[in-house]
């Protein structure tokens, strides 16, 4: 287990002990599974709480904010429903979310990667496509999108909030998110994208239509969300009439390679290149995910992961090796964003050789 000291929510985290029993046993990396629409919808709990994320952006706005499903939440859903949730491998020990809920932060490799939380590049992310040229919320709209180590998804949710902002349009969006861990989409991602969307002008005639249910659709405010089948029915109304199709799959980087048969106009990471012997696979699968014709692919990350050895550097010795170039996989990195204050974080945009 190593836990990162610098990531947004460090103040609030604790080490536990007991999780350092879960690396003893032999551990099989997670394998890939869809995961669908219907699927998340019925795991949704009756009531969502949520608190406001404030998110820094360099455009004179300032900051954005974006309503976030609350941790203890999603703990209390586990708890009620009975604990072990994450399908497992063979070889390793029956592993609930519940064991990360609490520690968001602490890594267990190929068990639990960290999505639980928001990290801190994530936001820059946001940041970086805010910029972008975005008139009447077009930019996103009729694109491919896959965010890969998604964690909670702040990117995806800005841009699908984006989408929701945006004009009804024939041109189809895909918005595909990845997470090692199953529960992070079922319990965090998802509840997310339900909360940009009734954020948004896109749920106003369900509002409307339950006003007794309905929080203020402020996301600067802390609330609570009833779940209610009419609320499901119209979110997926939203979706079909936004033309946006969402996909989800969890598993190892490896997994979804190997499944993987759309490419992406737009693919985005953040905080995913901590760990050094697991670049290959992640190169390999950003490659595979991009188009061929001028992808947006953005790779969001601290300069140098203190304790666990990964950064920029190696990132980038990486991803022009030649063992990337045999398996036609080499690229260049360009910094299109960067700060420098604390430790340095930067957007690096990938172009493939
Ligand atoms: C530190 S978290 C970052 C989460 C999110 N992108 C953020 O910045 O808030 C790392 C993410 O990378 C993914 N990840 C790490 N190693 C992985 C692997 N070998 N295969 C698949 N996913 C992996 C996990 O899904 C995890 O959510």
Redesign the pocket.
């Known amino acids: 287990m190593f836990k ?1 000291d610098f990531g947004i929510e460090d103040d609030e985290v604790t080490v536990p002990q007991q999780e350092a029993d879960l690396t003893q046993n032999e551990v099989q ?2 394998t890939f599974a869809n995961l669908s629409l219907a699927q998340l919808l019925d795991a949704l709990p009756p009531l969502i709480s949520y608190s406001p994320l404030p998110i820094p952006l360099s455009s004179r706005r300032e900051t954005a904010t974006l309503a976030r499903r609350d941790l203890f939440d999603a703990r209390f859903q586990l708890i009620s429903e009975g604990g072990n949730d994450e399908p497992t491998t063979e070889s390793s020990a029956p592993v609930s979310a519940l064991n990360f809920l609490d520690v968001p ?1 602490d ?1 267990v ?2 068990v639990y ?3 639980l ?6 936001l820059d ?1 946001v940041d970086y496509l805010d910029g972008l040229e975005n008139p009447g919320n077009s930019y996103f709209s009729g694109k491919h999108i896959l ?9 995806s949710v800005y841009i699908l909030y984006q989408l929701f902002c945006g004009s009804l349009s024939n041109a189809s969006t895909y918005v595909h998110l ?4 199953a529960s ?1 989409l079922k319990l965090i991602t998802f509840p997310n994208i339900i909360l940009a969307w009734y954020m948004s002008p896109a749920s106003a005639e369900y509002r409307a239509s339950a006003p007794e249910e309905c929080p203020p659709p402020d996301s600067t405010l802390p609330g609570e969300l009833p779940i209610t089948p009419a609320l499901k029915s119209a979110f997926s109304g939203s979706l079909t009439s936004h033309n946006i199709n969402l996909a989800f799959s969890s ?6 390679t190997a499944h993987l048969d759309v490419k992406s106009d737009i693919v985005l ?4 290149i ?2 050094t012997e ?1 670049l290959p ?2 190169i390999a699968l950003l490659r595979k995910a991009c188009t061929n014709t001028q992808p947006l692919c953005l790779v ?1 990350a601290k300069v140098l992961y203190f304790g666990v050895g990964g950064g920029i550097s190696e990132f980038v010795r990486t991803l022009e090796s030649k063992g990337m170039a045999l398996r036609g996989c080499a690229g260049k990195a360009e910094s299109v964003w960067e700060r420098k204050l604390g430790v340095g974080r930067k957007i690096m945009r990938i172009e493939w050789a």
């Open positions: 990162f990396p997670e932060s890594i490799p190929g990667e960290g999505g939380k928001t990290w801190e590049c994530s992310l965010e890969v180590g998604c964690g909670t998804g702040m990117p990845q997470d090692y861990n992070v598993g190892s980087w490896e997994s979804l990471t953040s905080e995913t901590y760990r697991a696979a992640l969001a």
